[in-house]
């Protein structure tokens, strides 16, 4: 049976005390008449962060997010994950506003996301490190890309811990840079995933 499904998970944290305050878990079978079992599910927990790093000429720049919210199918290894533009926090106060306000235009294109399948012959309900790429649509600042991205995984005690390391092209998403600042971005940027997920409990 080809059971494609959509996923959508909200996870907010307290990242203070790094506790999940509450879970919205909506799972939909678009060919399936079954919902799968629950143990199948793993969602994004802490700690987990996206990072992206552009080393440009005058100045590197970098920023950081914690608040992912993501879901993989051990079974069927379809993956879904979508995060706040806004989540990204940089060192530099004045920066960070140039980024959602002028680079990612955050107030109209609030998130990314990454909606994907492992395409490795891999069993994820077994313990073990692999290595894998992931195929899916990227979508940036409201620009969807098919891209395939390497990683690797390990299914240890219960738990899978994800990482990716790839480069993003500034101008496939259509983002603009001035001039004036060019110097400041580069123009493919590094992005680095580190992951740790969970069982979903109904």
């Not at 992206?52 to 997010?65: E, H, L, Q």
């Not at 492992?118 to 077994?126: G, H, N």
């Not at 390990?154 to 994800?162: L, N």
Request: hydrophobic share 40%.
């Amino acid at each position: 049976m080809n059971d494609k499904w959509l996923i959508y998970v909200y996870l907010p944290y307290n990242t203070k005390n790094h506790c999940m305050k509450k879970v919205l878990f909506c799972f939909l079978l678009l060919t399936a008449a079954r919902i799968l079992p629950a143990q199948d599910i793993f969602i994004a927990d802490n700690p987990s962060s996206i990072k992206f790093y552009s080393d440009a000429p005058i100045a590197d720049v970098s920023a950081t997010t914690q608040s992912i919210s993501g879901a993989v199918n051990v079974q069927t290894k379809k993956v879904f994950f979508k995060v706040a533009i806004t989540s990204f926090h940089f060192e530099n106060a004045k920066m960070e506003e140039h980024f959602n306000e002028n680079y990612m235009e955050s107030g109209k294109f609030p998130n990314a996301q990454f909606d994907g399948v492992i395409v490795d012959q891999i069993d994820l309900s077994k313990e073990g490190q692999y290595t894998v790429s992931v195929k899916g649509n990227l979508q940036i600042h409201g620009v969807t890309k098919e891209v395939t991205i390497p990683g690797s995984i390990t299914v240890k005690d219960g738990k899978i811990w994800a990482f990716s390391k790839f480069q993003v092209k500034v101008a496939d998403y259509n983002i603009t840079v001035p001039s004036a600042v060019s110097q400041h971005i580069a123009e493919n940027v590094d992005i680095t995933v580190n992951l740790t997920m969970v069982p979903y409990k109904k």
